[in-house]
């Protein structure tokens, strides 16, 4: 590259990066404002302001931010510990006795592809009449429903690398096939198992379809309330930009520590970053 | 003798010592099915149950109170004339081919620009991944406010840069100012999957090339796109299977108004606004046959390619 590419190159760069990064900034600046500094129409307030807690103390005193919040923790970790037993167990099968051909691992790939309403509606209903709406455990059971598929194939990818040597060595020492998964299989894929329990929680703090249908009060998750700030009569942007900027900040802690891994997450393994 | 014999026979049995349950389950014979029982509950619990009562309500009228109605196929002809439907499922395949082909766009470029090492990478990719895994609902509120008429950002740039204010959420607008949200935040997916592709390819064809004095174009066209192509369907499949779906950011921003709902609000509002559950139900069966329809064609490509990269 010559100098003037060089400079191209890295005027381009900078702009993508503005672009990807100045609106993140911008709920981090609004959540400081006061309301004349959000409300207003000089372009000069964009960044220039008086900082203040004001909406901070507003979303903490006026709205059950934080029973929302640990719904959100509790939802999300809950499911996600489930869900990383269940796949785990099912990954291995599937990549070491290559289990259904694989028609089970495309029917199970295949859930991804469901329609959100298509199982809400009969769920729905099934809720009500059993009492399970508006409950942490319900909202739970559906949250393990949309991440097993992707955590299993995820899993899968991981647990492929393995070879197979290690085990028939493990075998021939006399190991039992419990033994093999539990004391050399699952240690040997530890980091795969962190990864995937990463996105696991990322998917189900960020889910929004199902805890929106199926909580009003008492088990409603973070990212709902956050979205009746804005609603029909009033649009409160303080206290919303001050609840998204604390929502957000795990996942985007999560996303720049797990950079080498998010493109192989999201392509469920295909694509290795 | 004869019964001396077969009670001998009866007593060997009987010293033989039954297998446990566990000892069946942990066989080499069965472990592998084991393995699978919690995550074929869980299939057949969430996947097989909702598939069945939606097909068998789709064919019922229904409003959640009172008995449900045989109507035969009255909700499907219902469907095909609905007028509403057809227009939310001719914007969400407008939104599908937009974003798609966006995302593919700028993504192949950046990929091209980024595709060799260069210091401070790993910063740039970092800041580029970050929107990918925040709550795709919040950035659409974020968003509404940032296009709002009078206070949002983008107005007052524009406005700071002498331009005219922009309607952002008129209904000729609203649908595209949607795609952009999503491009947004979706553009660093298919750029960093194809500077992944880009890295893996062979150095030696295309220094071949370069040596037999072909023009970069037709280097680019004949050797790096062709090369790429698994990786492109993989990201044009994942992307529909999600964009197909698209909900979160219809809620954050215009709530299905202004010419802007898409097929899964419309069953949502049908089915929860509404309570017609069964014409809720007709509309999820047509839309689940679409997505696996749309998706059928690619998968067996997708499938291949996930096997080929691995």
Request: some cysteine; overall charge positive.
């Amino acid at each position: 590259m010559g100098t003037l590419g060089k400079v191209v190159f890295w005027l381009v760069t900078a702009f993508v990066l503005f672009v990807i990064v100045a609106p993140l900034a911008w709920i981090y600046l609004t959540a400081f404002k006061s309301p004349n500094d959000i409300f207003t129409t000089e372009a000069r307030k964009l960044i220039f302001f008086k900082p203040t807690m004001e909406n901070f103390n507003r979303l903490f005193r006026e709205f059950p931010f934080w029973d929302n919040f640990l719904n959100t923790v509790i939802i999300s970790v809950a499911s996600t510990v489930v869900v990383m037993v269940i796949s785990s167990l099912a990954a291995y099968s599937f990549a070491r006795w290559n289990t259904g051909k694989g028609h089970l691992l495309f029917t199970t790939i295949s859930t991804r592809m469901f329609p959100g309403v298509v199982a809400a509606i009969p769920f729905f209903v099934m809720y009500r009449n059993l009492g399970l709406l508006d409950t942490r455990f319900g909202l739970t059971l559906l949250h393990i429903y949309f991440n097993t598929s992707f955590a299993t194939f995820l899993l899968y990818g991981f647990f492929k690398e393995i070879p197979e040597e290690l085990e028939q060595a493990a075998m021939v020492d006399g190991y039992s096939r419990v033994d093999i998964f539990r004391k050399i299989v699952l240690p040997l894929v530890r980091p795969g198992l962190a990864v995937t329990a990463v996105f696991c929680l990322v998917w189900s703090w960020n889910e929004f379809l199902f805890s929106f249908l199926f909580t009003r009060v008492a088990a409603r998750p973070v990212t709902v309330l956050i979205s009746s700030f804005w609603g029909s009569i009033e649009v409160q942007y303080g206290p919303m930009a001050a609840g998204a900027a604390i929502v957000i900040l795990p996942t985007l802690v999560a996303a720049w520590f797990m950079q080498r891994y998010i493109i192989r997450g999201l392509t469920f393994g295909a694509v290795k970053g | 003798m004869r019964t001396e014999a077969f009670s001998e026979v009866q007593t060997g049995y009987a010293v033989a010592r039954k297998p446990t349950i566990w000892e069946v389950l942990t066989s080499e014979k069965y472990f592998k099915w084991t393995l699978l029982i919690p995550l074929l509950v869980v299939l057949a619990i969430f996947m097989l149950y909702p598939l069945l009562y939606c097909a068998y309500y789709s064919f019922h009228q229904w409003g959640m109170r009172g008995e449900a109605i045989y109507v035969g196929a009255q909700n499907y002809r219902q469907l095909l004339n609905d007028k509403a439907f057809l227009e939310a499922l001719y914007r969400t395949l407008k939104v599908l081919v937009i974003c798609v082909s966006c995302e593919l766009l700028i993504g192949l470029g950046l990929a091209l620009l980024w595709s060799r090492e260069f210091p401070g990478e790993n910063i740039v990719r970092g800041l580029a991944l970050l929107p990918l895994l925040v709550a795709p609902l919040i950035l659409s509120l974020l968003w509404n406010f940032m296009f709002e008429y009078d206070f949002g950002a983008v107005n007052l740039i524009l406005q700071a840069l002498g331009l005219n204010k922009v309607y952002w959420w008129s209904p000729q607008r609203a649908l595209y100012t949607i795609c952009f949200i999503t491009i947004w935040q979706w553009f660093p997916f298919s750029t960093f999957v194809l500077v992944a592709g880009l890295r893996s390819l062979p150095r030696d064809v295309f220094e071949a090339a370069k040596v037999d004095g072909a023009s970069p174009w037709y280097t680019f066209r004949r050797l790096t796109l062709p090369m790429l192509s698994p990786l492109i369907m993989i990201i044009v499949v994942l992307r529909t299977m999600w964009l197909i779906r698209l909900f979160d950011p219809l809620y954050g921003t215009t709530r299905g108004g202004v010419q802007t709902e898409l097929l899964d609000w419309i069953v949502y509002r049908t089915a929860f606004v509404y309570f017609d559950i069964g014409y809720g139900s007709t509309m999820a069966i047509f839309s689940l046959v679409l997505t696996i329809a749309v998706c059928a064609i690619m998968f067996k490509m997708l499938m291949r390619a996930l096997g080929g990269t691995r």
